[in-house]
């Protein structure tokens, strides 16, 4: 290879090499961008700044200054601004077209799609006079915003960037659009933000609409997400609104991120829950069987209530463990939603997430100490409870139910009057025989005789074989000896 022909090959390469780097310059940065850039000099008329590429930019210093002409900035400030040109190896920024300009700035700023920065003067029909560049401007309702605020007022007096859209009649019929450039910019904070965003990342957000079914919440620059309801809380949420109110500061979990076919975004999926401890991984170190502790009643079954111990843990009342003092038969008969009851754990499942639970348990056994409180031969008095063919249940306290048997009342001298008991009626008994440990109490009929005495019915064999009172035993006694 002679020098001539090694010549020729590193001068078409340097060519493919400075190609090649203004097509990536001109793909990297476009005009209209808008970009941020650290200052890394200040001089007389210009900053020049650190686009990020391998240009840097160059941007009057004029449009940072005071009215003093004084800076406030200084080398190594960040600053934001639009790409105007790419000229000479250098990028021209500006912060927006503003102050007074021709017809030229505005074709310019047109066909570039540079925003230019504007004042809203007034409400018209239609939408807001705006003034840009010393020249009056129409900017529809539709276009000012993202969203049509209720109050169309809001705008007027506020300064804003804006894109024209239209320029016709020299410059005579100038149309803005504001909402071209809110779309861009929250496109780009979309992108941004999807680019650092992964499941699991537990982020804040503002709770931004609340529905029947969850909630949207707004994670940043209006990128949302969706909490369902059944992610709000480890306990039981009816109502998004139970918990939430608008505006309100959430930390959330991503826990699917999705592919909107229909839109083109993507839809987030958000968990309030999750980006808190599960309480059913610390619940043995919190509670144990034998615990007593109050709950509210959460919800209701045929079968009994749901109680909550603690947040997102919820236990089962069984209806036969509700109550050892009433006969329930429907649980809503004794409780209801939102009541505060007292239970004792019975135990505890954290692999299944069940706890049984116990309101009689925490009330207290009324059999405790039944064979003291109630012994053979007691008269007592008590109420119909409860008729059945083969006897009758008194209630002798709240709790404690003896058996009257049909086949003993029977036996009685005045059967007839407590065959017409009913249940509810005061009912005078004799205790028989006590059983604990099968929690059954046999009772008989007592009665009260002339002088205000209790007269007890004792089982006791005659002639017959028959119940016989004491009083009708005096009497026999007395007879005999007259005789």
């Not at 990536?24 to 008329?45: L, P, Y």
């Not at 017809?103 to 504007?118: D, N, R, S």
Request: hydrophobic share 35%.
């Amino acid at each position: 290879m002679t020098d001539d022909n090694h010549t020729d090959t590193s001068a078409q390469t340097m060519a493919e090499l400075l190609d090649a780097y203004e097509k990536d310059q001109r793909s990297a940065i476009q005009i209209g961008d808008r970009i941020k850039g650290t200052i890394i000099s200040i001089g007389r008329e210009h900053i020049f700044v650190d686009t990020g590429h391998k240009l840097d930019g160059v941007i009057d210093r004029a449009e940072f200054a005071d009215e003093e002409g004084a800076l406030q900035l200084e080398v190594g400030d960040t600053i934001e601004a639009f790409v105007m040109s790419k000229k000479g190896g250098e990028i021209r920024l500006s912060k927006a077209i503003s102050g007074i300009g021709g017809l030229t700035i505005l074709q310019e700023a047109h066909e570039k799609a540079v925003p230019i920065e504007g004042k809203v003067i007034e409400q018209v029909k239609g939408g807001y006079r705006v003034e840009v560049v010393k020249r009056r401007a129409f900017c529809p309702f539709s276009q000012m915003d993202l969203f049509r605020a209720e109050d169309q007022g809001v705008h007027i007096g506020k300064t804003y960037l804006f894109l024209i859209t239209e320029l016709e009649e020299d410059g005579r019929n100038i149309i803005l659009s504001r909402r071209t450039l809110l779309e861009k910019e929250q496109a780009e904070a979309r992108a941004a933000f999807y680019d650092r965003m992964e499941v699991g990342a537990v982020l804040e957000g503002t709770v931004s609409r609340i529905m029947p079914y969850g909630a949207l919440v707004e994670l940043s620059d209006r990128v949302e997400g969706m909490v369902h309801v059944s992610e709000m809380s480890w306990s039981r949420v009816l109502s998004p609104e139970d918990i939430l109110h608008m505006g309100e500061r959430v930390t959330v979990k991503v826990i699917g991120v999705e592919d909107d076919a229909k839109t083109g975004r993507k839809r987030i999926s958000l968990s309030m829950k999750q980006a808190q401890e599960d309480p059913w991984s610390s619940v043995l170190n919190r509670f144990k069987p034998g615990d007593r502790l109050k709950g509210t009643v959460k919800r209701i079954a045929e079968f009994g209530v749901f109680v909550e111990i603690a947040p997102g843990i919820e236990g089962l009342v069984h209806i036969s463990e509700m109550s050892y003092t009433r006969r329930v038969k429907k649980p809503e008969d004794m409780v209801a939603v939102g009541d505060e009851v007292d239970v004792m754990i019975k135990d505890i499942s954290p692999d299944s997430r069940k706890v049984s639970l116990s309101m009689k348990e925490a009330e207290g056994d009324p059999w405790i100490g039944i064979a003291q409180r109630y012994r053979p031969a007691q008269v007592c008095e008590g109420v119909v409870e409860k008729k059945e063919r083969f006897g009758y249940f008194v209630r002798l306290e709240p709790g404690v139910t003896g058996l009257l048997p049909k086949s003993v009342m029977a036996q009685h001298h005045d059967a007839a009057a407590l065959e017409k008991l009913r249940e509810g009626d005061p009912v005078t008994v004799t205790v028989e025989r006590v059983e604990p440990d099968q929690r059954k109490i046999s009772l008989a009929p007592g009665d009260k005789g002339a002088d205000g005495d209790w007269t007890r019915f004792t089982r006791s064999k005659d002639a017959g074989g028959s119940f016989s009172s004491l009083g009708d035993k005096l009497q026999k006694a007395l007879d005999r000896k007259k005789t």
